[in-house]
């Protein structure tokens, strides 16, 4: 079965300060999605970034990145230039890229943004 | 606003009692999914119909039943509810030709 776990239970970082969340996941799959989401107070779920297993380059989108190691199975998001509103949960998900199948989470971390 | 729709937002009831959440997809999207977040954890996968039949079950109690109607509307039926059943209670829907999966705002249920 995959797994998706996310190590960090908790983080902080300073207004403007850049900040690395991590996850670590579990297949045998060898296409596959992998999701940043973020959860702020109002529960919504807000698709942050994804990044395709077959593609070599890492995503980017605006001032979120991810460092995905295949081969390592590691995906993990980079905030950079930290602002108030990036204050949430943020979750990990996969799936495999095999038509419509299910997210599997982590368990999330918390990113406090401290002015 | 991502085109799915949950209804009730909020639903508050005692333990032993049956409720119904109901969801409404993005148009054009066949599969709709269920999953449940308890008390901040990670969201866990439930059940997931794609037009109409039952496509994948996960961690889903025999308490708990789904269906996914003609006009592709979906319905969580929760019974003999349990204080630990208090949960947030997302629906998903997307389709095969994309990647993404699109939630709705949750039903938070509470049991006391």
């Known amino acids: 079965a995959q797994t998706v776990t996310q190590s960090q239970p908790e983080m902080s970082v300073q207004e403007a300060e850049t900040v690395t969340l991590s996850c670590t996941y579990d297949?045998?799959?060898?296409?596959?999605?992998l999701f940043w989401y973020k959860q702020p107070p109002s529960r919504q779920m807000i698709l942050v970034i994804r990044?395709?297993?077959?593609?070599?380059q890492n995503a980017t989108e605006n001032r979120f990145s991810v460092n995905f190691q295949k081969a390592a199975k590691s995906f993990s998001l980079k905030i950079s230039d930290s602002q108030l509103g990036d204050a949430a949960m943020y979750f990990c998900?996969?799936?495999?890229?095999?038509?419509?199948?299910?997210?599997?989470f982590g368990k999330g971390t918390r990113l406090s943004v401290i002015a | 606003d991502s085109g799915v729709t949950q209804t009730p937002k909020h639903l508050i009831t005692a333990t032993g009692q049956r409720v119904t959440l109901r969801c409404s997809p993005r148009?054009?999207?066949?599969?709709v999914y269920w999953y449940q977040q308890s008390l901040d954890q990670g969201l866990q996968f439930l059940i997931q119909?794609?037009?109409?039949?039952?496509?994948a079950k996960g961690n889903i109690l025999e308490r708990f039943s789904a269906q996914q109607f003609p006009d592709l509307h979906s319905e969580l039926n929760l019974s003999s509810l349990e204080l630990g059943d208090s949960a947030l209670y997302f629906c998903?829907?997307?389709?095969?030709?994309?990647?993404?999966?699109?939630f709705g705002p949750g039903t938070r249920l509470t049991v006391t």
């Open positions: 297949t045998s799959e060898s296409d596959y999605y």
């Open positions: 998900a996969y799936r495999p890229n095999s038509g419509n199948t299910p997210l599997v």
């Open positions: 119909y794609y037009n109409g039949e039952e496509r």
């Open positions: 148009s054009g999207d066949l599969s």
């Open positions: 990044q395709e297993a077959y593609k070599q």
């Open positions: 998903a829907s997307g389709r095969a030709s994309e990647y993404e999966q699109y």
